[in-house]
Structure formats: structure tokens, C-alpha cells
């Protein structure tokens, strides 16, 4: 089939390489010139393992190409998949459509025949219908245009294993034919029996929305839990564990720390906010504001017990931060959690030296007020408290005895908790988690009980394929 993917950003180039990847002929299309030459060259404009080689085979194959005129797109294909971003609105709880409605705008002016829209963006429930209404308004006499809605699930980091074998395909359509035309794009996941619901745009466009926010209200409540066993010196790791064997439960989105950011579930759910309550039914998704509050904490707390290590005060001392995306495995530092505690101490007076694997260059141009090392170890050097706020893989291969040796004082608070605490404690360091118990705190018999009764390291570690 031939597609055009319109918006080629995280989202975007994914679906663009992989649907060429699966044998389609696609145009990606993108207004950023820079990017649209780096993906047609190959190279992703951004990191994401595994991209790198299908966009290579994608465009080899001759089946990609890119392109930045929406009058190309339009002559190009009938079915334009729509991938731009919808941030949240300055100033406001509510999603920013302007990239969706110029996208709509400037395709229809082109379009002649019979097209399908589908659009993979996340947006607020009713806006299938409302981009249909814009597109009648627009497009010249003769031309039909149907919009259908087909919400997309990937993560970041895991985005073309999610793009190729994704745990289900959901599409809003309003006929027969544009569920057909779907049929057809997903072909080889539909033979792998991935199971696809087809629906109203109404449902596929709150399936995304309820999705993001399910996940988001994990996250917090066992974040919620992290602060009880922080009262009560109980350790939310091993709570987690003991209620991830119920698997009603289950133990995915309950590794409590930091907390959530990225590019999705934080504006997701204030975006779902605002469009419930412009439906009237606030109320029902009130709870979603305790989340944001409960995630929006976990930063404040990491940042207090940082302040706290480093003798009360901020000011004359040099903090390590390791870690500076929204998560590990990807570049992204959209509401990097990371990022907001670093700037934060820095505002109170701390010199912050920052590493991470892949997001220094982003970091830098959203902060240039940190400092940024190429090594853990230079972000170490002479720190009075180092802080590990994204779990990058390379973060547990290091030394804690080593790196003992190139700080100040051995000082750290794993705000993930990823770290092997007993082995950097082993090692002469001092420390903190969230909502794990910090052995000084605790009574003679309750440490004792800790020591003999917690799981080894390698039993509590995530594993690599982890969904999170
Ligand atoms: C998310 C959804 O998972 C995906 O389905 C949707 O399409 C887009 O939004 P993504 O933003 O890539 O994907 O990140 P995700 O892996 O969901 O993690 C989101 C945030 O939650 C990260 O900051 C992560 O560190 C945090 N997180 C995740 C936790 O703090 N605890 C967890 O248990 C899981």
C-alpha cells in the first residue's frame, strides 16, 4: 500500500520506517527540513535503539522517502497517517492541537479523490469528528475525505518492537471501507493474531487517554506507598514485589521513586482533565489531579532529602546528578523528573554536574545553566552528594568503590531505586531512597531483620525486557 506519515518525531519516524519495514511504499513528511535530510539519509534524528537499522533497510528498500511539501503527500497516497505532537497548551491543563489542525489544513488544500485521514496522535475525546467537519469546510467539491482515529502505544526506548509486534490495534473508524483500508496497513500483525479492536473514533481516541492515565495512577499510587513506608519505615520494593504476585495486580508500573515524565502520561492526563471537565464530568476523573500531585511530590522529596544529605543547605556545594532523560534507552528529556530536580538544587545555589549516556546535547539546550560531564565519574568528581535519577543500565556497572574514591563525601540517594543498596553501602557510602528504609534510621532488630530477610540484588533486578 502507499501511505504518507505526516510528522516524523519520535512517534512519527517510527511508524514511517516500520511500515516501510513491513512492506508498505511510504512518504514521510516533516516542516523541519534538518530532520527530514537526516532521515533520508538514514540517520534518525534522535536515539532510539533499533531505529537506526530499519531506516537503513527502510530507505535502501526504495519504499521510504521523504519529503517536506504536504502537495507531494497529498498526490503521493490516500491514507496519511497523522503523527505530530499535541503538547499541553501554555498556560493551560488542555492539549495544544495547532500542529494537528495546520497539518489538516494544509493536506486538504491539496486533495483531490477519495482520501482517509487517520490520525495516531494522542488527542482530546471528540476530535475525530470535529477535524472531519474542518476538512469538509476546506476540501474543493468532488473530494471525500473520511478521518479515523488510531492511537498509538509505543514506548520510547522499545518504540519499533512496539511499532512491529504491538500488544493490540485499536481504530476509531466510521465505515466499513476505512476499517478495511486498516485491515490492510496492519496485515502482517493481524497474521501474528494481534488482536485489533475496531470502534468509534469516540472510543479509540479514550482508549489512548485512559490508557496513559491508568498507568500514571500505578505509578503514583505505589509512589503514594513509597511516602507511607517512608513514615513508617517499611520498604515499598519488597511491598511492590509482595503485590505483584497478585496478578490482578501485577508487577508492572509499580517501581516506585521519581516518579513519571516524558513527552506522554504527564500532559496526557492534565489533558484529560481539561476535556472532562468541558464535558461536565470533571468529577469522574478528579483522582487524576491527586496523581499529578503525588508525582509532582516525589521531585520535591528527592530534592529535600538531597538538601538534607548535603548538611541542610544548597549553597557552596557540588551535587552529582547521574541521569538526565525522562527515562533510560532514550534521549528524551520532555518533563525529564531528572532534569526539574537538578535545576532545582541549582536554583537553591548547588553546583550541579550532570552525566548522561544519551541526553547531554538535549539537556544542554533545555539547561544551559547546569554543567554537563561526558563521564560519571567527571560528574562525580569532588561532589558532596551524587543522586542516580534515571536507571540507565550503565548506572549499576559502576564501581561504587572507585567512585568512592573521586567524590567528596560518599553520599548517595537513588531516587530509582535500581542501585544495589547493599553493595554501595558495602562500599562506605551513606544511602537514601525513596520509601526504602535507611538503616541508620531504623531500630537494632528491624536492621538485623533487613539484612537476612532482603532478596538479593539479582533477584530484584528488572529485567532488561521490562515494560518499563
Ligand atoms: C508512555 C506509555 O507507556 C505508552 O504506551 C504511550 O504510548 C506513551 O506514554 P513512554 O512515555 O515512552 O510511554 O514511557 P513509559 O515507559 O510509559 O514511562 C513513563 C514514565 O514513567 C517514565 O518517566 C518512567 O521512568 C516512569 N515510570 C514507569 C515509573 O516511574 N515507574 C514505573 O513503574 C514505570
Aim: charged letters at 25%; hydrophobic letters at 45%; glycine letters at 10%.
Amino acid at each position: 500500500m502507499r501511505m504518507t506519515v505526516i510528522g516524523t518525531g519520535y512517534l512519527g519516524a517510527v511508524h514511517a520506517a516500520c511500515m516501510a519495514d513491513i512492506g508498505h511504499e511510504v512518504l514521510g513528511v516533516d516542516i523541519d527540513g534538518e530532520k527530514i535530510r537526516a532521515l533520508a539519509e538514514g540517520r534518525p534524528p534522535f536515539f532510539e535503539p533499533g531505529l537506526d537499522e530499519v531506516l537503513t533497510r527502510a530507505t535502501a528498500s526504495g519504499r521510504l522517502r521523504f519529503s517536506t511539501s504536504l502537495s507531494e503527500a497529498a498526490a503521493f497516497a490516500d491514507v496519511h497517517f497523522v503523527c505530530v505532537g499535541t503538547p499541553q497548551q501554555a498556560g493551560s491543563d488542555a492539549a495544544d492541537l495547532r500542529c494537528v489542525d495546520a497539518v489538516v489544513d494544509g493536506l486538504a488544500a491539496h486533495l483531490t479523490g477519495a482520501h482517509l485521514l487517520v490520525g495516531k496522535s494522542t488527542v482530546p475525546v471528540g476530535t475525530t469528528p470535529r477535524l472531519a467537519a474542518r476538512l469538509r469546510g476546506i476540501v474543493p467539491a468532488g473530494c471525500e475525505v473520511e478521518v479515523a482515529w488510531n492511537p498509538e502505544f509505543l514506548r520510547e526506548g522499545f518504540a519499533v518492537e512496539d511499532t512491529l509486534r504491538p500488544d493490540r490495534i485499536v481504530v476509531g473508524v466510521t465505515s466499513p471501507r476505512a476499517d478495511r483500508v486498516l485491515r490492510e496497513v496492519y496485515a502482517p500483525m493481524l497474521a501474528d493474531r494481534v488482536p485489533y479492536v475496531s470502534t468509534d473514533p469516540a472510543t479509540a481516541e479514550l482508549v489512548k487517554v485512559s490508557a496513559n492515565s491508568f498507568l500514571a495512577t500505578k505509578i503514583s499510587f505505589i509512589n503514594a506507598m513509597a511516602e507511607v513506608c517512608d513514615a513508617a519505615g517499611a520498604d515499598v520494593v519488597t511491598l511492590a514485589d509482595a503485590l505483584g504476585h497478585d496478578t490482578r495486580i501485577g508487577r508492572r508500573f509499580l517501581h516506585a521513586g521519581l516518579g513519571f515524565g516524558g513527552g506522554c502520561l504527564p500532559k496526557d492526563i492534565r489533558a484529560f482533565s481539561a476535556r472532562a471537565r468541558e464535558l461536565g464530568v470533571g468529577e469522574a476523573v478528579g483522582f487524576l489531579g491527586q496523581v499529578d500531585a503525588v508525582n509532582q511530590r516525589q521531585r520535591r522529596r528527592t530534592v529535600d532529602i538531597a538538601r538534607d544529605l548535603a548538611g541542610g543547605e544548597f549553597t557552596g556545594r557540588r551535587i552529582a546528578v547521574l541521569g538526565a532523560t525522562f527515562k533510560p534507552n532514550s534521549d528524551d528529556i520532555r518533563d525529564s523528573p531528572a532534569l526539574a530536580v537538578a535545576a532545582a538544587i541549582h536554583r537553591e545555589g548547588a553546583e550541579v554536574r550532570v552525566h548522561d549516556p544519551e541526553g547531554l546535547h538535549n539537556a544542554r539546550l533545555a539547561h544551559p545553566e547546569l554543567r554537563y560531564e561526558n563521564e560519571p565519574s567527571g560528574a562525580c568528581a569532588g561532589a558532596d552528594v551524587v543522586l542516580h535519577l534515571t536507571e540507565w543500565s550503565d548506572y549499576r556497572e559502576l564501581d561504587p568503590v572507585k567512585l568512592a574514591r573521586v567524590v567528596r563525601t560518599p553520599r548517595l540517594i537513588d531516587a530509582r531505586n535500581h542501585l544495589d543498596m547493599g553493595l554501595w553501602r558495602a562500599s562506605g557510602w551513606t544511602v537514601r531512597a525513596l520509601g526504602r528504609p535507611s538503616p541508620a534510621l531504623l531500630p537494632g532488630p528491624a536492621r538485623a531483620g533487613l539484612a537476612l530477610s532482603r532478596p538479593s540484588a539479582a533477584g530484584r533486578q528488572r529485567p532488561p525486557t521490562a515494560r518499563c
